[in-house]
């Protein structure tokens, strides 16, 4: 291991005690934990590209993905600092059906909680009838869909399907974010937003909290 090693390498190439060195390293140095963590989320997108090309494998993924919640535990705190303890509103947040990737939906329900949200988390691989009865239990104004597989397009589809049968459109705002959304599956989806970063998913419920 290098020690010149950069954060944005070292979780490109999956290396557990060097990530967790520079993570630690840079807290105690004062730099802010959402640059840390964007450092850690471009490492990411270059080891999935690694994955694309050949260059590492499934178990890697597994592994980075390790890291990233150990990492994630050291900066939880750090995001989570709030000077507002009372509650802005309810946000709903899931992967949709057939997705398992959680990290991106936990770091924005971390901001979220942070900012002063009470966030409900359905976890991952969620399905449309799930987001439904959690808006019947929990009455959020905002709604947060996370996908990171092209394949799970559908389940956001479907899911604001789900959300229209079931009369409750009107009431909620959609958001959708994670490495496979984009402003045109917001359009496909009628989603109300679409978000690159857990900072843009603060962003629009603190808006939506705003006009209400
Ligand atoms: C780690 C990882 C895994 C881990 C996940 C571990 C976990 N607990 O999450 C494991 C090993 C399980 C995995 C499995 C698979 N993966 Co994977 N994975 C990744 C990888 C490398 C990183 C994802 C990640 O955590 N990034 C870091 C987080 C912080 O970023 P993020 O999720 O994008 O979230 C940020 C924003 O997007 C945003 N955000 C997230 N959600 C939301 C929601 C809202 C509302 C808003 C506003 C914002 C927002 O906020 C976050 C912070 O800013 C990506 C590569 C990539 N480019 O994303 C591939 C990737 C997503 N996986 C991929 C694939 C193909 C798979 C598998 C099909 C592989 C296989 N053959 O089995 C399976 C599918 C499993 C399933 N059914 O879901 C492909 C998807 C390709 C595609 N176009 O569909 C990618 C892109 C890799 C690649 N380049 O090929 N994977």
Redesign the pocket.
Known sequence: MSDSESLFEAVATAKEDRVMALVREQIAAGVPATEI??E??RG??E???R??SGDCF??D??F???I??QAMAELSPLLAESEDATSRGTVV?G?VQ???????????IT?LRGVGFDVVDLG??VPPEKFVEAITKHNPQVV?????????FKSVIATVAAIKQAGQREKVSL???????SDLLRQNAECD?????????VK?ASSVAEAA
């Open positions: 963590l964007a850690c989320n990411m997108v080891l999935g590209n994955f694309s499934l178990p993924l597994m980075a993905g390790m990233m919640k947040m992967s057939h997705d398992v990737h959680d990290i991106g939906k936990d770091i924005v901001m991952v691989d947060g869909m996370s996908v990171l597989l092209t394949t799970c958001m959708v974010g994670g490495a496979a959304a937003y679409y978000g690159r970063t857990a900072v843009d998913a629009f």
